[in-house]
């Protein structure tokens, strides 16, 4: 699937999902010779992504709006910060990240300031001091949380001082958040419309 693939240097989507067999290094030549004008790139449950992959999206894909890494648990926080130079991302999911921690957060809020939905469900390293640094992401509007338990209420609080956009939360299973209403919740984020519930 690659090499012919490596002919369409004019691709604005391109979408991966599912093909586990992708080594890293396979995903990261075929971004290299396609992701230039690449806008939405999906990369759900390929497991391989990691360096090699990432840091050619940084560094090729300036264009790239949406990017999708659903169940690719691997990667870590210096991989993730190769995307400091896609400026223009404003959609990024990476349920699931197991080997993510604060850093790589840290890295990808200073830098992809456009960001307004983001998928951290189940990063289980992250902390408050995540939710701090995503506060400089001023457009931020959809953001699920799901399952981080070592996020409280002062993060919640220092999202809040700077992410006045949220219409979208979803803080099921973050246990050490206490304001788990709608009505909670929209004291901190005023445009809240939609709390994710199971």
Request: proline share 1%; aromatic share 4%; net charge positive.
């Amino acid at each position: 699937i690659v090499e012919p693939l490596e002919q369409c240097t004019q691709l604005r989507t391109l979408n991966l999902s599912g093909l586990t067999h992708l080594t890293d290094t396979q995903i990261g030549e075929l971004i290299r010779s396609v992701g230039a004008n690449l806008r939405y790139l999906d990369l759900t449950r390929i497991k391989s992504v990691k360096t090699h992959s990432l840091r050619a999206i940084g560094e090729t894909c300036m264009n790239l709006e949406t990017l999708r890494m659903y169940a690719c648990e691997f990667f870590a926080d210096q991989d993730i910060a190769y995307l400091a130079k896609c400026k223009r991302l404003s959609t990024l999911d990476v349920c699931g990240a197991k080997a993510l921690h604060d850093n790589g957060v840290v890295a990808v809020s200073r830098a992809c300031t456009r960001l307004q939905t983001l998928n951290l469900t189940w990063c289980v390293h992250l902390t408050d001091r995540s939710l701090a640094a995503l506060a400089g992401c001023k457009f931020l509007c959809n953001l699920s949380i799901h399952g981080l338990k070592h996020v409280t209420d002062s993060g919640m609080q220092a999202l809040a001082k700077g992410c006045k956009e949220i219409v979208t939360l979803d803080v099921n299973g973050c246990c050490n958040v206490q304001r788990r209403s709608l009505q909670q919740l929209q004291e901190l984020f005023p445009r809240l419309k939609t709390l994710v519930q199971l």
